[in-house]
């Protein structure tokens, strides 16, 4: 009985093919772990960039700081009106 076989040149070929495929997934996977790493490390300087404005405000109040020089400048807050309710 012979055996149903695809001659060694086209099992190369399909197996260079689906190596290449396994490694694009591969590589994939390992950048979606990266942005997800990054993703997160983003979370955190967003908070400790929270946490510094905080102490920034506690210090010299609601103020604009130029990143250039450091200097700041008071934020004018806008008196918010209450609309009237007419009965």
Do not use: R
Not at 17 to 43: C, R, S, T, Y
């Amino acid at each position: 009985m012979s055996e149903n076989k695809i001659t060694k040149e086209q099992l190369e070929k399909l197996q260079e093919i689906v190596g290449k495929l396994n490694n694009g997934q591969n590589q994939l996977g390992g950048l979606e772990i990266q942005k997800h790493k990054l993703n997160h490390a983003i979370v955190q300087v967003e908070n400790e960039l929270s946490d510094f404005q905080k102490e920034l405000e506690e210090k010299y109040g609601k103020v604009s700081v130029n990143l250039q020089d450091g200097t700041y400048k008071p934020i004018e807050e806008e008196e918010v009106v209450e609309p009237e309710v007419v009965e």
